[in-house]
T-cell receptor, first 111, second 116 residues
Framework: GQQLNQSPQSMFIQEGEDVSMNCTSS?????WLWYKQDPGEGPVLLIA???AGELTSNGRLTAQFGITRKDSFLNISASIPSDVGIYFC???????????WGAGTKLIIKP | SQTIHQWPATLVQPVGSPLSLECTVE??????LYWYRQAAGRGLQLLFY??????ISSEVPQNLSASRPQDRQFILSSKKLLLSDSGFYLC???????????????FGEGSRLTVL
């Protein structure tokens, strides 16, 4: 099905480093959502964005709704071991409320 | 806030056997409900969604079916499983206001199906 372009596909980082990932599309969205999935569990909502240009934080996480409404990024500052997992972006457009999903960014912390 | 229960959590079934995965939601009424499948290491594929009792929309042609016998119950079924049905199945719930706000999905813990 239709997907957002989420990058990078995976990231190997050192503990304490900052992390940045993004999602882009050729279409305009009216909502952007960022989820994290731990192995064997369902995705958990991290941040929801509803307005172009909106910048929202949740602890060490910060996400922005791109001004063009076609992209969003998620930053994680000072990564810790529990940040490991797969991060998904999802966008909603129009009035049918169905979400379009990115393929995920797998975050791995080097020992 | 809503709570989403899925069971069974893990299931190993032979090819050709039937399937029933159940999802129930607490803490909300008249939710939109969704079934997603996730292959290993992959993203989420929407299978079915329901906006109300008895109302099912299918996103992809497949070997599976869904039913919503009650407002907060969503069931995923198959009469004869295929090897390709293996995966991690996630039930999700959407509540909130029309117009975009509150459009977040909340997920259950998932059911891992292995077809042998």
């Amino acid at each position: 099905g239709q997907q957002l372009n989420q990058s990078p596909q995976s990231m190997f980082i050192q503990e304490g480093e900052d992390v940045s990932m993004n999602c882009t599309s050729s279409s305009i969205f009216n909502t952007w959502l960022w989820y994290k999935q731990d192995p064997g569990e369902g995705p958990v909502l991290l941040i929801a964005l509803y307005k172009a240009g909106e910048l929202t934080s949740n602890g060490r996480l910060t996400a922005q709704f791109g001004i063009t409404r076609k992209d969003s990024f998620l930053n994680i500052s000072a990564s810790i071991p529990s940040d490991v997992g797969i991060y998904f972006c999802a966008g909603q457009r129009g009035s049918n409320y169905q979400l379009i999903w990115g393929a995920g960014t797998k975050l791995i912390i080097k020992p | 806030s809503q709570t989403i229960h899925q069971w069974p959590a893990t299931l190993v079934q032979p090819v050709g056997s039937p399937l029933s995965l159940e999802c129930t939601v607490e803490g909300t009424s008249n939710p939109n409900l969704y079934w997603y499948r996730q292959a290993a290491g992959r993203g989420l594929q929407l299978l079915f969604y329901s906006v109300g009792i008895g109302q099912i929309s299918s996103e992809v042609p497949q070997n599976l079916s869904a039913s919503r016998p009650q407002d907060r119950q969503f069931i995923l079924s198959s009469k004869k499983l295929l090897l390709s049905d293996s995966g991690f199945y996630l039930c999700a719930c959407r509540t909130g206001l029309a117009g975009g706000l509150g459009g977040e999905l909340f997920f259950g813990e998932g059911s891992r199906l292995t077809v042998l």
